[in-house]
Protein backbone atom coordinates (compact mmCIF):
# COMPACT_ATOMS: atom_id res chain seq x y z
CA UNK A 1 0.00 0.00 0.00
CA UNK A 2 1.14 3.66 -0.88
CA UNK A 3 2.19 5.45 2.01
CA UNK A 4 2.63 2.44 4.36
CA UNK A 5 5.51 2.92 6.64
CA UNK A 6 6.80 -0.23 7.18
CA UNK A 7 8.04 -0.64 3.24
CA UNK A 8 11.34 0.24 2.41
CA UNK A 9 11.76 3.82 0.37
CA UNK A 10 13.56 3.66 -2.55
CA UNK A 11 16.70 4.25 -3.17
CA UNK A 12 18.45 7.27 -4.33
CA UNK A 13 19.94 7.18 -8.10
CA UNK A 14 23.22 9.18 -8.63
CA UNK A 15 22.78 10.46 -12.38
CA UNK A 16 26.61 11.94 -13.34
CA UNK A 17 29.77 10.51 -14.25
CA UNK A 18 32.15 9.10 -10.97
CA UNK A 19 35.52 8.94 -11.35
CA UNK A 20 35.95 7.03 -9.13
CA UNK A 21 32.90 4.38 -9.91
CA UNK A 22 33.54 1.21 -12.08
CA UNK A 23 32.04 0.94 -15.44
CA UNK A 24 28.85 -0.39 -16.30
CA UNK A 25 28.27 -4.14 -16.44
CA UNK A 26 28.04 -5.54 -20.08
CA UNK A 27 24.53 -7.42 -20.48
CA UNK A 28 24.49 -10.20 -22.89
CA UNK A 29 20.66 -10.31 -24.75
CA UNK A 30 19.77 -13.41 -25.65
CA UNK A 31 21.23 -16.90 -26.28
CA UNK A 32 24.96 -17.38 -25.75
CA UNK A 33 26.35 -17.03 -29.33
CA UNK A 34 28.14 -19.95 -30.39
CA UNK A 35 32.20 -19.71 -31.30
CA UNK A 36 32.61 -19.04 -35.07
CA UNK A 37 35.17 -22.39 -35.99
CA UNK A 38 38.18 -20.97 -37.64
CA UNK A 39 38.17 -22.05 -41.40
CA UNK A 40 41.36 -24.08 -42.02
CA UNK A 41 42.98 -25.27 -45.62
CA UNK A 42 45.46 -27.83 -46.35
CA UNK A 43 46.79 -29.97 -49.67
CA UNK A 44 49.49 -32.10 -50.54
CA UNK A 45 51.79 -32.08 -53.50
CA UNK A 46 51.68 -35.76 -55.33
CA UNK A 47 53.90 -36.72 -57.65
CA UNK A 48 51.39 -38.82 -59.71
CA UNK A 49 50.52 -37.44 -63.12
CA UNK A 50 47.36 -35.44 -63.37
CA UNK A 51 44.49 -36.73 -66.27
CA UNK A 52 42.78 -33.16 -67.69
CA UNK A 53 39.77 -33.96 -69.11
CA UNK A 54 39.85 -30.78 -71.87
CA UNK A 55 42.43 -31.94 -74.73
CA UNK A 56 42.92 -28.37 -75.27
CA UNK A 57 45.26 -28.24 -72.44
CA UNK A 58 47.50 -30.75 -73.57
CA UNK A 59 51.03 -30.31 -74.98
CA UNK A 60 50.83 -31.05 -78.94
CA UNK A 61 52.82 -34.14 -79.38
CA UNK A 62 55.23 -34.87 -82.80
CA UNK A 63 52.97 -37.38 -85.14
CA UNK A 64 55.31 -40.60 -86.11
CA UNK A 65 55.90 -40.56 -89.30
CA UNK A 66 53.48 -42.56 -91.41
CA UNK A 67 55.49 -44.42 -94.12
CA UNK A 68 53.26 -45.83 -96.17
CA UNK A 69 51.13 -42.41 -96.93
CA UNK A 70 54.57 -40.79 -97.88
CA UNK A 71 55.71 -43.11 -100.17
CA UNK A 72 52.13 -43.53 -101.95
CA UNK A 73 52.14 -39.57 -102.46
CA UNK A 74 55.84 -40.12 -103.78
CA UNK A 75 54.44 -41.99 -106.32
CA UNK A 76 51.50 -40.69 -106.97
CA UNK A 77 52.41 -38.10 -109.43
CA UNK A 78 54.78 -40.73 -111.33
CA UNK A 79 51.24 -42.93 -111.55
CA UNK A 80 49.74 -39.88 -112.99
CA UNK A 81 52.02 -39.23 -115.29
CA UNK A 82 51.84 -42.82 -116.45
CA UNK A 83 48.25 -42.33 -116.79
CA UNK A 84 48.52 -39.36 -118.63
CA UNK A 85 51.04 -41.14 -121.20
CA UNK A 86 48.90 -43.30 -121.89
CA UNK A 87 45.88 -40.80 -122.56
CA UNK A 88 48.10 -39.16 -124.85
CA UNK A 89 49.27 -41.63 -126.32
CA UNK A 90 45.70 -43.58 -127.52
CA UNK A 91 44.08 -40.08 -128.12
CA UNK A 92 46.90 -39.17 -130.39
CA UNK A 93 45.61 -39.55 -133.78
CA UNK A 94 48.63 -37.89 -135.80
CA UNK A 95 49.25 -39.13 -139.39
CA UNK A 96 52.71 -39.01 -141.50
CA UNK A 97 53.67 -39.31 -144.50
CA UNK A 98 56.74 -39.22 -146.20
CA UNK A 99 58.72 -39.38 -149.84
CA UNK A 100 61.00 -38.24 -152.23
CA UNK A 101 60.51 -36.09 -155.07
CA UNK A 102 62.90 -35.40 -158.23
CA UNK A 103 63.15 -32.23 -160.13
CA UNK A 104 62.15 -32.09 -163.83
CA UNK A 105 64.37 -30.77 -167.01
CA UNK A 106 63.47 -27.34 -165.73
CA UNK A 107 64.61 -27.41 -161.96
CA UNK A 108 60.58 -27.50 -161.13
CA UNK A 109 58.88 -30.06 -158.64
CA UNK A 110 55.46 -31.92 -158.61
CA UNK A 111 54.57 -33.06 -155.08
CA UNK A 112 51.36 -35.15 -155.21
CA UNK A 113 50.00 -34.38 -151.63
CA UNK A 114 46.85 -36.11 -152.18
CA UNK A 115 49.18 -39.43 -152.48
CA UNK A 116 51.23 -38.55 -149.25
CA UNK A 117 47.32 -38.12 -147.53
CA UNK A 118 46.85 -34.56 -147.84
CA UNK A 119 43.01 -33.35 -147.53
CA UNK A 120 41.87 -29.68 -145.39
CA UNK A 121 38.84 -30.33 -146.54
CA UNK A 122 38.43 -32.89 -143.66
CA UNK A 123 38.76 -30.30 -141.00
CA UNK A 124 41.93 -31.61 -140.08
CA UNK A 125 45.25 -29.51 -139.88
CA UNK A 126 48.24 -30.68 -142.77
CA UNK A 127 51.71 -29.51 -142.22
CA UNK A 128 54.31 -30.58 -145.34
CA UNK A 129 57.50 -30.17 -144.02
CA UNK A 130 60.39 -30.17 -147.28
CA UNK A 131 64.23 -30.06 -146.78
CA UNK A 132 66.87 -30.65 -149.17
CA UNK A 133 70.52 -30.39 -149.55
CA UNK A 134 73.97 -32.27 -148.41
CA UNK A 135 76.21 -32.46 -145.83
CA UNK A 136 75.77 -29.05 -143.77
CA UNK A 137 74.13 -27.43 -146.38
CA UNK A 138 70.73 -28.34 -145.79
CA UNK A 139 67.36 -26.04 -146.75
CA UNK A 140 63.94 -26.18 -145.11
CA UNK A 141 60.82 -24.78 -146.25
CA UNK A 142 56.58 -25.73 -144.94
CA UNK A 143 53.25 -25.48 -146.44
CA UNK A 144 50.12 -25.56 -144.70
CA UNK A 145 46.71 -25.43 -145.09
CA UNK A 146 47.04 -21.91 -145.95
CA UNK A 147 48.24 -22.29 -149.15
CA UNK A 148 51.75 -20.87 -148.48
CA UNK A 149 55.28 -21.76 -149.82
CA UNK A 150 57.60 -20.76 -146.96
CA UNK A 151 61.12 -20.86 -147.49
CA UNK A 152 62.94 -20.69 -144.08
CA UNK A 153 65.91 -18.82 -145.10
CA UNK A 154 69.87 -18.78 -144.46
CA UNK A 155 71.26 -16.34 -147.26
CA UNK A 156 74.73 -14.50 -148.29
CA UNK A 157 72.93 -11.25 -149.16
CA UNK A 158 76.29 -9.36 -149.50
CA UNK A 159 79.98 -8.84 -148.82
CA UNK A 160 82.36 -6.37 -146.95
CA UNK A 161 84.98 -5.92 -149.49
CA UNK A 162 88.83 -5.39 -148.47
CA UNK A 163 88.51 -1.36 -148.62
CA UNK A 164 85.55 -1.62 -146.34
CA UNK A 165 82.58 -1.07 -148.63
CA UNK A 166 79.34 -3.24 -148.47
CA UNK A 167 77.02 -4.51 -150.80
CA UNK A 168 73.97 -5.83 -149.92
CA UNK A 169 70.58 -7.49 -151.45
CA UNK A 170 68.51 -7.99 -148.67
CA UNK A 171 65.88 -10.85 -148.21
CA UNK A 172 62.60 -8.26 -148.13
CA UNK A 173 62.57 -4.24 -149.39
CA UNK A 174 62.81 -1.87 -146.40
CA UNK A 175 59.35 0.22 -145.74
CA UNK A 176 59.39 3.37 -147.21
CA UNK A 177 61.30 6.12 -145.23
CA UNK A 178 63.02 3.46 -142.66
CA UNK A 179 66.82 3.65 -142.51
CA UNK A 180 69.10 0.36 -143.05
CA UNK A 181 71.71 0.56 -140.76
CA UNK A 182 74.72 -1.32 -139.54
CA UNK A 183 76.58 -1.44 -136.43
CA UNK A 184 80.04 -2.67 -135.96
CA UNK A 185 83.00 -1.56 -133.34
CA UNK A 186 85.83 0.49 -133.41
CA UNK A 187 88.20 1.50 -130.97
CA UNK A 188 86.10 0.01 -128.33
CA UNK A 189 83.19 2.27 -129.25
CA UNK A 190 80.22 1.34 -131.13
CA UNK A 191 79.41 2.83 -134.27
CA UNK A 192 77.01 3.02 -137.32
CA UNK A 193 77.10 2.92 -140.54
CA UNK A 194 73.97 4.16 -142.33
CA UNK A 195 73.23 2.10 -145.71
CA UNK A 196 70.40 4.20 -147.32
CA UNK A 197 67.03 4.23 -146.93
CA UNK A 198 63.63 1.55 -147.59
CA UNK A 199 61.72 2.83 -150.75
CA UNK A 200 59.51 -0.18 -150.22
CA UNK A 201 60.65 -2.13 -153.49
CA UNK A 202 64.51 -1.73 -153.64
CA UNK A 203 66.39 -4.76 -151.96
CA UNK A 204 69.90 -3.25 -152.99
CA UNK A 205 72.00 -0.99 -151.12
CA UNK A 206 75.40 -0.25 -149.61
CA UNK A 207 78.11 1.83 -147.89
CA UNK A 208 81.30 2.03 -146.12
CA UNK A 209 82.76 0.51 -143.07
CA UNK A 210 86.13 1.49 -140.53
CA UNK A 211 87.42 -1.49 -139.17
CA UNK A 212 89.33 -4.42 -141.03
CA UNK A 213 87.59 -7.42 -139.82
CA UNK A 214 84.19 -8.71 -140.09
CA UNK A 215 82.41 -7.55 -136.93
CA UNK A 216 79.26 -6.05 -136.82
CA UNK A 217 75.14 -6.88 -137.82
CA UNK A 218 72.43 -4.81 -139.39
CA UNK A 219 68.92 -4.02 -138.96
CA UNK A 220 65.70 -2.69 -140.98
CA UNK A 221 62.21 -2.36 -141.22
CA UNK A 222 60.20 -4.53 -143.32
CA UNK A 223 56.25 -5.15 -144.32
CA UNK A 224 54.63 -8.63 -143.54
CA UNK A 225 51.33 -9.15 -144.80
CA UNK A 226 50.92 -11.52 -141.92
CA UNK A 227 52.57 -10.12 -139.40
CA UNK A 228 52.51 -5.88 -140.37
CA UNK A 229 55.20 -4.14 -139.72
CA UNK A 230 58.96 -6.44 -138.41
CA UNK A 231 62.32 -6.21 -138.50
CA UNK A 232 64.93 -8.48 -139.80
CA UNK A 233 68.55 -8.58 -139.00
CA UNK A 234 71.76 -10.10 -140.92
CA UNK A 235 75.01 -10.07 -139.79
CA UNK A 236 78.82 -11.14 -140.61
CA UNK A 237 80.70 -14.07 -140.29
CA UNK A 238 83.70 -12.53 -138.28
CA UNK A 239 86.19 -13.56 -140.36
CA UNK A 240 88.79 -11.06 -142.29
CA UNK A 241 87.79 -9.58 -145.50
CA UNK A 242 86.43 -9.80 -148.02
CA UNK A 243 83.56 -11.48 -145.88
CA UNK A 244 80.01 -12.68 -146.11
CA UNK A 245 77.10 -10.61 -144.91
CA UNK A 246 74.17 -13.37 -143.88
CA UNK A 247 70.53 -13.32 -143.51
CA UNK A 248 67.82 -15.36 -142.12
CA UNK A 249 64.12 -15.57 -142.38
CA UNK A 250 61.44 -16.72 -144.34
CA UNK A 251 60.75 -16.55 -148.35
CA UNK A 252 57.52 -17.17 -149.84
CA UNK A 253 57.87 -19.17 -153.16
CA UNK A 254 55.53 -19.17 -155.89
CA UNK A 255 53.82 -22.09 -156.20
CA UNK A 256 50.40 -23.36 -157.07
CA UNK A 257 48.11 -26.89 -155.63
CA UNK A 258 45.97 -28.09 -158.46
CA UNK A 259 44.49 -31.70 -157.34
CA UNK A 260 46.31 -32.16 -154.91
CA UNK A 261 49.75 -31.50 -156.54
CA UNK A 262 51.88 -28.56 -155.70
CA UNK A 263 54.32 -27.22 -158.35
CA UNK A 264 56.84 -24.93 -157.89
CA UNK A 265 60.70 -23.72 -158.56
CA UNK A 266 63.00 -23.30 -155.89
CA UNK A 267 64.57 -19.69 -155.29
CA UNK A 268 68.45 -19.31 -157.13
CA UNK A 269 70.29 -20.14 -153.97
CA UNK A 270 68.84 -23.83 -154.15
CA UNK A 271 68.45 -24.50 -157.91
CA UNK A 272 70.78 -27.18 -158.02
CA UNK A 273 68.70 -29.27 -155.92
CA UNK A 274 68.05 -32.07 -157.61
CA UNK A 275 65.15 -33.49 -155.36
CA UNK A 276 63.62 -32.74 -152.29
CA UNK A 277 62.66 -34.82 -148.65
CA UNK A 278 58.59 -34.76 -148.11
CA UNK A 279 56.91 -35.19 -144.81
CA UNK A 280 53.16 -34.45 -144.30
CA UNK A 281 52.17 -34.12 -140.79
CA UNK A 282 48.40 -34.14 -140.39
CA UNK A 283 46.35 -32.89 -136.41
CA UNK A 284 43.10 -33.45 -136.25
CA UNK A 285 41.08 -31.40 -133.58
CA UNK A 286 41.90 -33.54 -130.66
CA UNK A 287 45.21 -32.32 -130.89
CA UNK A 288 44.51 -29.54 -128.90
CA UNK A 289 42.95 -31.12 -126.47
CA UNK A 290 46.32 -33.27 -125.68
CA UNK A 291 47.94 -30.14 -125.50
CA UNK A 292 46.58 -29.16 -122.30
CA UNK A 293 46.80 -32.76 -120.82
CA UNK A 294 50.72 -31.80 -119.47
CA UNK A 295 49.20 -28.47 -117.36
CA UNK A 296 46.24 -31.18 -116.13
CA UNK A 297 48.20 -32.79 -114.44
CA UNK A 298 50.55 -30.30 -112.70
CA UNK A 299 47.11 -28.94 -111.51
CA UNK A 300 46.45 -32.74 -110.15
CA UNK A 301 49.42 -32.65 -108.36
CA UNK A 302 49.00 -29.84 -106.60
CA UNK A 303 45.40 -30.45 -105.98
CA UNK A 304 46.27 -33.63 -104.35
CA UNK A 305 48.63 -32.71 -102.17
CA UNK A 306 46.58 -29.66 -101.09
CA UNK A 307 43.49 -31.81 -100.39
CA UNK A 308 45.31 -34.72 -98.82
CA UNK A 309 46.90 -32.44 -96.23
CA UNK A 310 43.63 -30.48 -95.45
CA UNK A 311 42.05 -33.62 -94.83
CA UNK A 312 44.27 -34.75 -92.53
CA UNK A 313 46.67 -36.94 -94.45
CA UNK A 314 49.76 -35.18 -93.84
CA UNK A 315 52.22 -37.18 -94.62
CA UNK A 316 51.02 -37.90 -98.07
CA UNK A 317 50.62 -34.48 -99.04
CA UNK A 318 54.45 -34.27 -97.60
CA UNK A 319 55.42 -37.19 -100.72
CA UNK A 320 53.76 -35.31 -103.17
CA UNK A 321 55.57 -32.63 -102.59
CA UNK A 322 58.86 -34.34 -102.31
CA UNK A 323 57.83 -35.38 -105.51
CA UNK A 324 57.22 -32.62 -107.30
CA UNK A 325 59.27 -29.83 -105.94
CA UNK A 326 62.25 -31.17 -103.13
CA UNK A 327 63.28 -33.83 -105.56
CA UNK A 328 63.24 -31.77 -108.71
CA UNK A 329 65.04 -28.79 -107.14
CA UNK A 330 67.76 -31.10 -105.67
CA UNK A 331 68.55 -32.36 -108.81
CA UNK A 332 68.33 -29.02 -110.60
CA UNK A 333 70.84 -27.44 -108.22
CA UNK A 334 73.11 -30.99 -109.26
CA UNK A 335 73.04 -29.79 -112.82
CA UNK A 336 73.91 -25.99 -112.10
CA UNK A 337 76.58 -27.42 -109.42
CA UNK A 338 77.93 -29.54 -111.94
CA UNK A 339 77.79 -26.84 -114.94
CA UNK A 340 79.64 -24.58 -112.71
CA UNK A 341 82.39 -26.69 -111.83
CA UNK A 342 82.62 -28.62 -115.33
CA UNK A 343 82.06 -25.21 -117.41
CA UNK A 344 79.04 -24.89 -119.54
Known amino acids: MVGDSDSAP ?24 APIPENVFSATVSAESVAFSDPSLLMPVKGKMMKKQFFLGLFFPVIISIFFAITIESLDDDNYEDGVFMANEQGEFSIDLAELGWNCDDGSYYDVNLNW ?29 ENGSIELDLLYPPVDGYDVIFHYWKDGNSRTALLGQGDGVNTTF ?25 YNWFSTNGGPRPCTIVESGEIIIDSKLEDGVLTF ?21 MNFVI ?33 IIVFPAILFTIGILALMAYGF
Not at 15 to 30: F, K, L, R, Y
Not at 135 to 152: F, I, S
Not at 295 to 323: D, H, P, Q, R
Request: aromatic share 12%; net charge negative; hydrophobic share 30%.
Open 10 to 33: PASIVIGNDSDSAPPVSVVIGNDA
Open 133 to 161: GNGNNHHYANYDCQENLRYHANENIGTIH
Open 206 to 230: SGNVDPDFCEGDGEYRYWDDDLGDS
Open 265 to 285: KLLDSSSDAKEINVEVYSYDD
Open 291 to 323: EFLPLLGCLAFLGAGIGAYMSGYKWFAYGVGAS
